[in-house]
């Protein structure tokens, strides 16, 4: 999953205002052209939605209830039983927890090294400029390059640090993060930035003069006026941590003994073979299940916390 | 100068010193794997750790970028994650003027539910729906393909909606004008709404470049490795099949980022504005 289509996952979510620029002019027939044009620039997105959106995600429901023989050819009726199985199996809860445990390495480390890159980097210094490009330099590199770099810097035999935290069953989740911590850098530094520079001047100056030392400024004043800013950011890094893919596949591939980094995704991709279909459809309704649920929670429970200004 | 102003401006020099030293230190800190990175790709592999692993290259060998380019494919890999990538640019770009055209200017009923039909997509990211994609593939005989890498990439919630809120910020007397010259939907759209939003449009190409770029998951789930490779799994592969020469593929991962990294010098201002769309009103 892309970077853009991620954070779009969490774009949307803020209320929607509805403006509407089209015109309430012309009769019946002038209604009618211009219903027709808006099907015709419609239709291309709608075609594609439907078939590799909707269409894949409603027949998850239907190969649920079928369990195949390795070929796929020869299918049998299960019925509800799959999806008892699946959720109540140990494949499910040890992807949930690798994902989970991912969430909890990445977006707190996420939070707080973005917030302290961007405070450093919004200073009106000379050679600033220089500086931001190197903080939000990692939104250049995908996640196969970023898993590449911290083979090279991480393995136990060719690594140049050859440490074996890859090969140990408890720490290789948690090396397998450090890519993504270092990957998100720059998405969390930009977005943590942009924040930053939307606070109103004269909010800090007037706290200033209230006699706010700058500790007490950034506590008091900065980071409730970031909040909002901060909750786009969790939401997003949240989706990226339940996403991790390429990271395991290339430094772990799952292991080092089977199961130990294998997070949801993973789970998923290794059970697209004709034969294991049934199980993998239960398994990515309960990705989708799983996600929608966190997100809600966070905005409900965020959502509190969280100052919007007016 | 008075003794004040001196005073003012030296201990300004000294906040700004440590500001500086800050800002090198973390720049040092993201930039260090990267660093190390580029050591070890240069090095001589057996040398470089028999030397220590050294903070600089052992006996340079400056023809490992050729190397993986060269021996590992990467020149094909390259053309062809170009290929797709352009394909999914394209497409995004079109679908998504045409969908936002549609939500803003045009009147049709049920606006509003097929909005949130398009934005519910959102929620079903390729990682829940990969089984059901590449069922469709396989009946449809695309695994290796042009088409099976960007058909279901074609069309985005995400530009549709950056797209209308730049639409949304044209004024509306500039709509009411054009009107009155007699600019139908078509004309309108091409000489005023699409020249109009330009910088929206930029932000959301670079975005999508990025994405359509970087992609692994899926290109992944439908190419065989070696003969359909994208060049994110190439470089991957590079490592699988031969992990003693890593620092071929580390080169390779270096080759695969440059046409990012060349992006973002030139064109940050853009990127930043499109990856924080969202984030911040206005």
Redesign the interface.
């Given at each position: 999953?892309?970077?853009?289509?991620?954070?779009?996952?969490?774009?949307?979510a803020?209320a929607e205002v509805?403006?509407?620029?089209?015109?309430?002019v012309g009769g019946g027939r002038h209604?009618v052209k211009?219903?027709l044009?808006?099907?015709a620039?419609?239709l291309?997105?709608t075609?594609?939605?439907v078939?590799?959106?909707?269409?894949?995600?409603f027949?998850?429901f239907d190969?649920g209830l079928y369990r195949n023989n390795a070929s796929g050819t020869n299918q049998r009726y299960v019925g509800i039983t799959q999806y008892r199985q699946v959720l109540t199996s140990h494949d499910f809860t040890e992807g949930l927890a690798n994902s989970g445990k991912y969430v909890l390495f990445t977006v707190p480390a996420g939070l707080v090294l973005g917030t302290?890159?961007a405070v450093?980097?919004n200073?009106k210094?000379r050679g600033?400029k220089f500086?931001?490009?190197?903080?939000?330099?990692?939104?250049?590199?995908?996640?196969?390059?970023a898993?590449?770099?911290?083979?090279?810097?991480i393995?136990p035999?060719?690594?140049?640090?050859?440490v074996d935290w890859l090969a140990n069953p408890h720490l290789a989740l948690f090396a397998v993060s450090l890519s993504s911590m270092?990957q998100n850098?720059g998405?969390s530094f930009?977005?943590v930035l942009?924040?930053l520079q939307?606070i109103p001047e004269e909010v800090l100056e007037a706290a200033t003069l209230d006699g706010f030392g700058p500790v007490r400024r950034f506590l008091r004043v900065t980071l409730p006026l970031l909040s909002p800013?901060l909750m786009?950011?969790i939401v997003v890094l949240t989706?990226f941590a339940?996403?991790a893919?390429?990271q395991i596949?290339?430094l772990t591939?799952g292991g080092p003994t089977a199961g130990d980094t294998e997070t949801l995704?993973y789970k998923?991709?290794q059970?697209?073979s004709p034969g294991k279909?049934g199980a993998?459809?239960v398994l990515?309704?309960g990705?989708?299940g799983v996600?929608?649920f966190v997100t809600l929670v966070q905005f409900l429970i965020l959502d509190k916390r969280v100052h919007y200004g007016n | 100068m008075t003794a004040a102003a001196r005073a003012g401006r030296s201990s300004k020099i000294t906040r700004?010193a440590g500001?500086?030293l800050?800002?090198v230190v973390?720049?040092g800190v993201?930039?260090f794997?990267?660093y190390?990175?580029l050591?070890?790709?240069l090095s001589t592999?057996v040398k470089y750790?028999n030397a220590g692993?050294p903070p600089y290259p052992v006996a340079v060998q400056w023809d490992v970028f050729q190397r993986a380019y060269r021996e590992a494919g990467l020149g094909p890999q390259m053309v062809r994650s170009l290929v797709a990538t352009l394909i999914i640019v394209g497409g995004q770009v079109?679908?998504?003027v045409?969908?936002a055209?549609?939500f803003?200017?045009?009147?049709?009923?049920f606006?509003?539910i097929?909005f949130g039909?398009?934005?519910a997509?959102?929620?079903?990211?390729?990682?829940?729906?990969?089984?059901?994609?590449?069922?469709?593939m396989r009946s449809l005989k695309w695994f290796d393909s042009f088409q099976g890498l960007t058909?279901?990439f074609?069309?985005?919630?995400?530009?549709?909606?950056?797209i209308r809120q730049g639409?949304?910020g044209?004024p509306?007397e500039i709509?009411d004008a054009a009107?009155l010259d007699g600019y139908g939907?078509l004309a309108f759209l091409r000489r005023f709404a699409i020249p109009l939003i330009r910088p929206v449009l930029g932000s959301f190409v670079l975005?999508?470049f990025?994405?359509?770029?970087?992609?692994?998951?899926w290109p992944?789930?439908i190419t065989d490795r070696r003969s359909f490779d994208t060049v994110?799994?190439g470089?991957?592969d590079l490592?699988?099949s031969r992990?003693?020469s890593?620092?071929i593929?580390?080169a390779?991962?270096?080759i695969?980022?440059a046409p990012?990294?060349v992006?973002?010098?030139f064109f940050?201002r853009h990127?930043?504005r499109?990856?924080?769309?969202?984030?911040?009103?206005?």
């Amino acid at each position: 999953m892309s970077v853009a289509d991620s954070v779009g996952t969490a774009t949307a979510a803020p209320a929607e205002v509805t403006v509407d620029a089209s015109e309430p002019v012309g009769g019946g027939r002038h209604r009618v052209k211009e219903g027709l044009l808006a099907a015709a620039f419609l239709l291309p997105s709608t075609v594609i939605f439907v078939t590799f959106f909707y269409r894949p995600f409603f027949k998850l429901f239907d190969y649920g209830l079928y369990r195949n023989n390795a070929s796929g050819t020869n299918q049998r009726y299960v019925g509800i039983t799959q999806y008892r199985q699946v959720l109540t199996s140990h494949d499910f809860t040890e992807g949930l927890a690798n994902s989970g445990k991912y969430v909890l390495f990445t977006v707190p480390a996420g939070l707080v090294l973005g917030t302290l890159l961007a405070v450093t980097a919004n200073r009106k210094l000379r050679g600033i400029k220089f500086f931001q490009t190197v903080f939000s330099s990692t939104v250049a590199t995908s996640v196969a390059v970023a898993s590449v770099i911290f083979y090279v810097l991480i393995n136990p035999q060719v690594g140049v640090f050859q440490v074996d935290w890859l090969a140990n069953p408890h720490l290789a989740l948690f090396a397998v993060s450090l890519s993504s911590m270092w990957q998100n850098l720059g998405l969390s530094f930009v977005i943590v930035l942009a924040g930053l520079q939307a606070i109103p001047e004269e909010v800090l100056e007037a706290a200033t003069l209230d006699g706010f030392g700058p500790v007490r400024r950034f506590l008091r004043v900065t980071l409730p006026l970031l909040s909002p800013v901060l909750m786009f950011l969790i939401v997003v890094l949240t989706v990226f941590a339940f996403q991790a893919f390429a990271q395991i596949d290339i430094l772990t591939q799952g292991g080092p003994t089977a199961g130990d980094t294998e997070t949801l995704v993973y789970k998923i991709f290794q059970m697209q073979s004709p034969g294991k279909i049934g199980a993998g459809s239960v398994l990515a309704l309960g990705l989708f299940g799983v996600t929608l649920f966190v997100t809600l929670v966070q905005f409900l429970i965020l959502d509190k916390r969280v100052h919007y200004g007016n | 100068m008075t003794a004040a102003a001196r005073a003012g401006r030296s201990s300004k020099i000294t906040r700004n010193a440590g500001s500086y030293l800050l800002l090198v230190v973390l720049a040092g800190v993201v930039l260090f794997p990267v660093y190390m990175t580029l050591v070890r790709a240069l090095s001589t592999p057996v040398k470089y750790i028999n030397a220590g692993s050294p903070p600089y290259p052992v006996a340079v060998q400056w023809d490992v970028f050729q190397r993986a380019y060269r021996e590992a494919g990467l020149g094909p890999q390259m053309v062809r994650s170009l290929v797709a990538t352009l394909i999914i640019v394209g497409g995004q770009v079109v679908t998504s003027v045409l969908a936002a055209y549609a939500f803003v200017y045009l009147r049709f009923p049920f606006k509003r539910i097929v909005f949130g039909v398009f934005m519910a997509t959102l929620m079903l990211p390729l990682e829940v729906t990969l089984i059901g994609n590449v069922e469709t593939m396989r009946s449809l005989k695309w695994f290796d393909s042009f088409q099976g890498l960007t058909a279901p990439f074609l069309a985005t919630a995400f530009g549709t909606f950056l797209i209308r809120q730049g639409m949304l910020g044209i004024p509306r007397e500039i709509r009411d004008a054009a009107r009155l010259d007699g600019y139908g939907h078509l004309a309108f759209l091409r000489r005023f709404a699409i020249p109009l939003i330009r910088p929206v449009l930029g932000s959301f190409v670079l975005i999508s470049f990025l994405g359509a770029w970087n992609q692994y998951l899926w290109p992944r789930a439908i190419t065989d490795r070696r003969s359909f490779d994208t060049v994110q799994i190439g470089i991957a592969d590079l490592l699988s099949s031969r992990p003693e020469s890593a620092n071929i593929a580390v080169a390779g991962a270096l080759i695969a980022a440059a046409p990012i990294i060349v992006l973002l010098i030139f064109f940050q201002r853009h990127i930043v504005r499109g990856l924080t769309a969202g984030a911040v009103k206005g």
